[in-house]
């Protein structure tokens, strides 16, 4: 046995290669009960999973004892997505396993990379937010915080996207089908979750209100499955909670004895919907019945489940906002609010104000949005069938709120209809986000921009009513899986010219800062790169049949596919410049490959039509001789986490091109940055930041500031002017709408290039010749290639602060107020 390499690192024991070869070979007999010879590739990795998980074991029962012991206060973190990806490199790396388990399987003839091919990619989330929410897990269990993530178990996450002559292709992700080697199943930690009925009021002898029981008519149970989350070095391992729907099995057989066996049934498939599927909408949404349905069902089982943990050990509610910080990611669960109160109120016996003095103690909320179209709100008759005894509580909330607002003077009428949990115009809706803020001590916004944005739009009312809750927390991302992990390329090369102290403290990665002057450096570097680039090149000959030139500059834009994040400027860049390289064959044009990837939500028509059009428009450029190998496009299908952590390394520039002051902070830009992409972006999210910490020298900034958009959109903009004044612009959006790039159907972008020379809501036109500029200043970066790598060198030594072990020790200080 050896130690982890640095003293100050806990222990952590490395059993040697012979040591793990057996142990799985144990795994492959017992757990799985198969022998060598007839053993598949799924079932070594099956073995493998196992062999990990039980050291796993080993550290999660240390520190759940530890927990309970120093009556340590737990953050739970609440979130309707958790996009996790693949988990077993993940462990193999935090516990110093990797090259040993690589020796282990290889001397049993089974190949790592292999099988951890064959893991499914979990994805039980959409963007963005669900993979904050995975990083976070792995970074409270790195920062030593004693953390419970709490989601559900759908059984089809994200949908697996295939593309069909240019379409995407919405198929079912079955990630569970050959079981999950990762849960533990805890049928004994189920809890009953009731819809509909009514509320009776029970009052006493004296006629005085006693309290509220609610009599719900559906019930269905929510069952528990476990993941341990391993930190670096395994500090410590938490848990991630995810709740699968389970019809109440007696009352079933009632019906189904009863001769009723449609109706058994019936009740069985609605228990199962309530995790059956994710909705696949990102930025936008989800008002369906069954969304609201999920929300509660996943927020009841977390707080009864928080409550039981509680009360177990500490015997009293009255402590909870002391020993729990329960946090809300994004509006998804901000039904807790009042079920916190109803538990507090109508279950424990408690009065108004003190449950709902706990209540706000308790929770804290982070906003990712600002869109309209994507804050949450559900009609009141909707919510009053559902939960009938959640609208009482909601309207004495809102009434609580309105006496608060009013008597402090300071607002008009019309700012209070703004305050109100109900919207009044229109369709009367419970307003989710003010639910949220109302019912917390903390919200906060995910980028320095972004929070001050919401300070002065959405809750600008809410700001002043209660001007010490709003606070900023810049997101990260895990340096494990994001840098150690995904690039062992450039974490070799890091250890070797600064040492491994990074690894444990990522803001000492500013070391490499010196190195960006170093040309030996600068080459090995470059090596680098260009290693992870082949291996891109290799997946996308394999998969796509189109091959690409390693040596040309690798342009990626990944993320999900919505308007805000202008896919389209991106696409209409593409044809401008394709359209000069034939103009222009004399000119020194840099070869660029320009990559797309993500998915588009199956309901939004215009992000679909942008996909199609990508590849359309990839068919043209890469078939066209006169290009000559100088610019292609590929579209990648089905971005997810895995093909993340194989597309960052690779990247040489990152599109981070939002209309500014739409995207909330951006994750994918951070982890570019992380693995050597120098970006071009705009002053949005937390580009804003990224710019800062890197320097004006090492990123491309282009475009329209926040302020300049609301002014175009305010004096009248015009992007037919606009469009008719950019000669590269018009001829773009001219061979798009006449069909060049697509023949078989020549009317098939009419309406998506109407839709910018009537309205152009995310300012393509405006931001135009600004980008396209700012990309030929990318080329003459490009073409001194020293000065390129010194940027690129510069942009990884500089954005160690996008850690999300920064973040997390920010909220732990500053909302939850636990100990790091
Ligand atoms: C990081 C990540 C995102 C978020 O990307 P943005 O560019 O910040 O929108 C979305 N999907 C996956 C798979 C990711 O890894």
Redesign the pocket.
């Known amino acids: 046995m050896t130690r982890a390499m640095t003293s100050e690192a806990p222990f952590l024991e490395i059993p040697d290669p012979k040591t793990l070869a057996d142990e799985v070979l144990l795994a492959l007999k017992y757990r799985v009960g198969k022998g060598t010879t007839v053993a598949t590739q799924y079932d070594w990795l099956t073995a493998s999973i196992k062999v990990v998980r039980d050291r796993i074991v080993d550290h999660w029962m240390q520190a759940t004892q530890e927990a309970y012991a120093q009556q340590e206060k737990r953050v739970y973190y609440l979130s309707l997505e958790f996009?996790i990806?693949r988990l077993m490199r993940d462990a193999f790396s935090n516990l110093g396993l990797m090259d040993n388990m690589r020796e282990a399987l290889s001397s049993l003839g089974v190949d790592l990379d292999l099988i951890a091919a064959l893991e499914p990619d979990a994805?039980l989330?959409?963007?963005?937010l669900?993979?904050?929410a995975a990083c976070f897990m792995e970074s409270m269990a790195t920062v030593d915080i004693p953390a419970h993530g709490y989601g559900i178990r759908y059984a089809n996450g994200m949908f697996r996207q295939e593309i069909h002559d240019g379409w995407q292709v919405e198929l079912p992700e079955t990630w569970l089908d050959h079981g999950n080697s990762w849960e533990f199943e805890r049928r004994e930690r189920s809890f009953e979750v009731g819809f509909g009925g009514s509320v009776e009021s029970i009052t006493s002898k004296d006629g005085r209100l006693e309290r509220h029981v609610w009599k719900p008519t559906e019930h269905v149970l929510a069952v528990a499955y476990d993941t341990p989350v391993v930190g670096w070095r395994a500090k410590r391992v938490n848990t991630l909670r995810l709740w699968s729907g389970m019809p109440i099995d007696p009352i079933l057989l009632d019906k189904f004895n009863a001769g009723d066996h449609i109706g058994a049934l019936a009740e069985s498939n609605k228990a199962d919907a309530l995790s059956r599927v994710l909705y696949p909408a990102?930025s936008h949404k989800a008002g369906q019945e069954l969304r609201l349905r999920q929300e509660y069902f996943f927020s009841t089982a977390s707080l009864q489940d928080i409550l039981q943990r509680h009360l177990s050990q500490y015997g009293d509610l009255q402590s909870l906002p002391d020993k729990a910080a329960i946090h809300l990611n994004d509006t998804h669960p901000a039904i807790a609010v009042p079920e916190l109160m109803r538990l507090l109120m109508d279950v424990h016996g408690m009065d108004f104000d003190l449950a709902w003095s706990i209540t706000r103690r308790t929770f804290g909320y982070t906003n990712h949005t600002l869109l309209p179209e994507a804050l949450e709100s559900w009609p009141v008759p909707l919510f009053e069938r559902l939960l009938p005894r959640h609208m009482q509580i909601v309207y004495a909330i809102n009434a609580e709120v309105l006496l608060e607002a009013r008597a402090s003077d300071q607002f008009s009428g019309e700012q209070i209809s703004r305050i109100s949990l109900i919207q009044e115009n229109g369709d009367r809706r419970v307003r989710m986000g003010n639910l949220a803020f109302v019912g917390s001590h903390s919200i906060n916004g995910v980028s320095a921009l972004h929070t001050e944005l919401m300070k002065q739009t959405v809750f600008a009312d809410l700001h002043k009513l209660y001007p010490d809750r709003i606070n900023n927390k810049t997101?990260g991302?895990t340096p494990r899986r994001?840098l150690i992990q995904c690039n062992p390329g450039l974490t070799a090369l890091t250890r070797e010219a600064i040492g491994d102290r990074f690894m444990d403290d990522i803001d000492a990665i500013k070391g490499l800062d010196a190195f960006a002057d170093d040309a030996a450096f600068r080459e090995k570097f470059a090596a680098v790169k260009r290693a992870n680039k082949v291996r891109l090149a290799n997946l996308v000959a394999d998969r796509l049949g189109i091959k690409v030139d390693p040596s040309a500059l690798f342009d990626i834009q990944?993320?999900?596919i919505h308007e805000y994040?202008r896919q389209l400027l991106n696409i209409l860049e593409a044809i401008a410049l394709y359209d000069q390289i034939r103009s222009h064959p004399e000119r020194d044009w840099m070869p660029r490959v320009k990559f797309f990837g993500?998915k588009a939500a199956p309901s939004y028509h215009n992000a679909k039509l942008i996909i199609k059009l990508a590849n359309d428009v990839a068919k043209v450029i890469n078939r066209d001789p006169a290009v000559r190998g100088l610019l292609k496009v590929v579209f990648v299908p089905n971005?997810?986490?895995s093909?993340?952590?194989i597309m960052?390394p690779a990247a040489d520039l990152s599109e981070?091109i939002s209309t500014a002051g739409m995207?909330a902070?951006?994750?994918?830009?951070?982890?570019f940055a992380l693995n050597g992409a120098l970006t071009i972006g705009t002053l949005d999210?937390a580009n804003v930041e990224i710019k800062e910490c890197v320097g004006d020298d090492n990123i491309f900034i282009f475009g329209l500031t926040t302020a300049e958009v609301a002014e175009r959109r305010g004096n009248g903009y015009n992007p037919r002017s606009v469009i008719e004044g950019s000669p590269e612009l018009a001829q773009a959006v001219a061979a798009v709408s006449s069909g060049v790039f697509s023949p078989d159907d020549p009317e098939r972008y009419r309406e998506l290039i109407n839709g910018l020379y009537q309205s152009d809501w995310f300012m393509v036109a405006a931001d135009f010749d600004a980008y396209a500029d700012a990309q030929r200043a990318v080329d003459a970066v490009w073409r001194n290639s020293p000065d390129w790598y010194a940027k690129a060198i510069r942009n990884v030594a500089r954005v160690g602060w996008f850690s999300s072990d920064r973040t997390i020790r920010q909220y732990a200080k500053e909302i939850w107020n636990v100990p790091v």
């Open positions: 996009l990806g994805a989330g959409n963007g963005g669900g993979r904050l990102d997101n991302i994001w990944v993320k999900r994040k993500g971005y997810n986490v093909l993340a952590e960052m981070q995207e902070s951006g994750t994918g830009n951070m982890k999210g």
